[in-house]
């Protein structure tokens, strides 16, 4: 048995890992990729006192320093349900096994949702990306595009403005969706055109990097190119919580709702990262999170009998 059971081995998961074994407490990892979606990243240039790394340093890193403590890793494993028995907690694994703790910290992240458009596999982290904090300061003064019109899009839109040299953003439905405010705020820019009612049905590159878009207007079906040094897909992020629907709190978007211990609505599961409904979801969050929500572990074990 664990007195922490961490479910995901992401930033957010390797850092509640040495927050909870430093506590002396019996801790665990279930992960389905150690690393998470870090792995999927190329340059890092805002993890704060590294000015500069990649995505497969860091995750050596994270590994290197979660092996340093007593922690019972185990990768390339997923969770498919959990249940409370008891005062103890159930995770229940794919491969049949069932891992019974004190406490779990739920850590399984998010992933970006993708146009799934010919393109955008081949050039990402090549110009396809899906985070304008970490990745906008690559394309100073170039053009770029933003697909999505919601708040995230309009956002990113904004954002990307002020450092970027022009922005299209492009939307699926006849208008955009977010805030009044925000949209005021984009119409205000002279470096921003507006295309709506717009269907991406390609990115294209040149020497292994993006040079632009092809969309078709739904209303003329007419075929139109763009070209542009990077598009921001900015079509929602998805939490992984398919596998909790039933036991823990989620928000409408499927993010676990936590208090600012990180527990969830279930006594004794924490969460934390990009799983759950604190927003800006970035690698120094995530480990931010972690560590609160080990803490928050911690307290819980102290605090409850478990003979
Ligand atoms: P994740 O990193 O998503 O980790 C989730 C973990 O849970 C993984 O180990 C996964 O395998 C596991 N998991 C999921 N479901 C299950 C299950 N059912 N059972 C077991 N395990 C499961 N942030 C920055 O700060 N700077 C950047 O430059 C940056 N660039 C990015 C570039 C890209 C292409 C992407 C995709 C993201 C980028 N981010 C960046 C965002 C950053 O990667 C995330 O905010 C961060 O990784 C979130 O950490 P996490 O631990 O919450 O979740």
């Not at 040495?18 to 792995?39: D, H, L, N, P, W």
């Not at 406490?103 to 990306?129: D, F, N, Q, S």
């Not at 900015?234 to 211990?261: A, M, R, V």
Request: net charge negative; charged share 25%; hydrophobic share 40%.
């Amino acid at each position: 048995d664990f007195d922490v059971l961490i479910v995901g081995g992401g930033p957010a998961g390797a850092s509640a890992s040495i927050y909870a074994s430093r506590k002396g407490i019996r801790t665990g990892i279930v992960a389905e990729r150690f690393g998470g979606q870090v792995m999927d990243t190329m340059a890092i240039e805002n993890f704060i006192s590294v000015k500069e790394t990649e995505g497969s340093k860091l995750v050596a890193a994270l590994e290197e320093h979660v092996k340093e403590y007593d922690v019972d890793v185990m990768n390339l494993q997923r969770a498919k349900g959990l249940k409370k028995n008891g005062k103890m907690i159930e995770v229940e694994l794919e491969s049949g096994a069932t891992l019974s703790s004190k406490t779990v910290i739920l850590a399984t992240g998010a992933r970006w949702r993708e146009l799934g458009v010919p393109g955008e596999k081949e050039y990402r982290g090549h110009g396809v990306a899906y985070c304008p904090h970490c990745d906008g300061p690559l394309f100073k003064g170039k053009p770029v595009a933003v697909i999505g019109g919601g708040n995230s899009g309009v956002e990113a839109a904004i954002d990307l403005a002020g450092i970027v040299g022009h922005v299209t953003l492009i939307e699926f439905n006849g208008e955009l969706r977010a805030d009044a405010v925000l949209q005021k705020k984009l119409f205000s820019l002279d470096n921003v055109e507006v295309i709506t009612g717009a269907q991406t049905t390609e990115i294209t590159g040149d020497d292994g990097k993006v040079n632009g878009l092809v969309y078709i207007d739904r209303g003329t079906e007419q075929k139109h190119t763009v070209e542009l040094n990077a598009v921001f897909v900015q079509i929602g992020l998805l939490p992984n919580t398919d596998w909790l629907k039933e036991t823990i709190e989620l928000s409408k978007f499927g993010e676990i709702e936590i208090d600012n211990h990180g527990q969830t609505s279930l006594p004794g599961v924490f969460a934390a990262g990009d799983v759950t409904t604190i927003p800006y979801k970035q690698i120094i969050m995530a480990m931010g999170d972690g560590a609160r929500a080990a803490l928050g572990a911690f307290d819980y074990l102290i605090r409850n009998d478990f003979d």
